[in-house]
């Protein structure tokens, strides 16, 4: 494992090369699952956490796809969810009749994902599939429910602690880190 190459990173979990391979074999089963062509298929991603993982996942899925992007407010500045998400910033997209994919970069509790997949719904998504770059199922609140032939996919498990980088922050920063690490607490205790 590599050493943290960042002062308030505590220890890597996911180096560049870990998660540059687990998300190859991602797109490959995605690839595969979605094969055949109809509906379309619309790559929603969530901003901002998911901005990478989306850019690298929808590079080697080799189907024709769209993407969008949904803003879902839910953290705030904290650590911890609100459990009240509200989508802020909706699809440019029309959905209806579509094979919808979102993109996450990490489950938690599942409030967002929820409110999300019930707002999807609503738009008229034939399916609702999720994959998500990080799954913390230990802190999970509400139990997802998928919409028609949707999947879960997921990259890692992650244990329960505050991770950033590959996407995700704490106050907006550490996004940029190619890596995923624990950040050290006394920087948000
Ligand atoms: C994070 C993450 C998920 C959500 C997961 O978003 O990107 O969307 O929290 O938490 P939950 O399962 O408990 O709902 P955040 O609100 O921090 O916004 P961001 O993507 O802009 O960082």
């Not at 687990?22 to 062509?37: C, K, M, N, T, Y």
């Not at 769209?66 to 705030?76: I, L, N």
Request: aromatic residues 8%.
């Amino acid at each position: 494992m590599a050493s943290p190459s960042h002062p308030d990173i505590e220890r890597v979990l996911w180096t560049e090369d870990d998660i540059l391979g687990r998300v190859a074999e991602l797109a490959s089963q995605i690839s595969l699952d979605f094969e055949g062509g109809s509906p379309p298929l619309v790559v929603v991603g969530v901003a901002t956490g998911a901005f990478l993982f989306l850019a690298d996942i929808v590079k080697r899925i080799s189907l024709p796809l769209r993407v969008d992007f949904v803003r879902v407010e839910s953290y705030g500045s904290g650590t911890e969810s609100s459990g009240a998400p509200r989508i802020s910033s909706d699809l440019k997209l029309d959905v209806e009749g579509s094979r919808v994919l979102v993109v996450e970069d990490i489950v938690d509790t599942g409030h967002t994902l929820s409110a999300l997949i019930a707002h999807l719904r609503s738009k008229g998504a034939v399916s609702v599939s999720v994959c998500t770059f990080l799954d913390k199922p230990a802190r999970r609140k509400v139990r997802l429910e998928l919409v028609g032939e949707g999947k879960f996919y997921r990259g890692f498990e992650c244990p329960d602690c505050f991770v950033v980088g590959y996407g995700m922050d704490f106050n907006e920063l550490y996004r940029n880190l190619p890596y995923v690490g624990v950040l050290k607490p006394k920087l948000y205790s």
